[in-house]
């Protein structure tokens, strides 16, 4: 169903109270996590409260999309094929352009070493990924903006 607000703005009702057709003004979330099945939970809740998600399956095409768009946080895996996300954190925190993205770290691992080399390079936060919901995830994003 589609009903125009008093704001003019078109808005899509989807069950819940509802989310902008238009993707022009909302901040661009890159998630970069390997698992399809996974990577859409996340797109689907982070596309529900209103910001432009793009996917990468892996670190190349998390580069790729980088230099093509303009992305206002990133959501990053550890273990991914190729680079660990870790090493792909550190190559982002020492490139002048992308420096300043902020970066949360959601894996399901949880060794104190990763941990503390992640929040050193810079993370703003580590989630479990057996801890928190995507909505969750989606309440995170939203507060480290």
Known sequence: M???DSGARMVLMIGRE????GNDHKKRVL???DDFY???LYTLE???TDFKVLEADDTSQARNILASEEIDFIILDVMLPGERGSDFLEWLKNQEAYKNIPVIML???GEEETVKKC???GAKSYLLKSHVSPK???EKVIELF
Request: aromatic share 4%; net charge negative; glycine share 4%.
């Open 46 to 48: 982070l596309e529900y």
């Open 136 to 138: 969750e995830v989606a």
């Open 38 to 40: 996974i990577r859409s």
């Open 2 to 4: 589609i009903e125009v």
């Open 119 to 121: 929040l050193a390079l």
């Open 31 to 33: 998630i970069v996590e």
């Open 18 to 21: 509802g989310t902008d057709i």
């Open 107 to 109: 894996t399901n691992v």
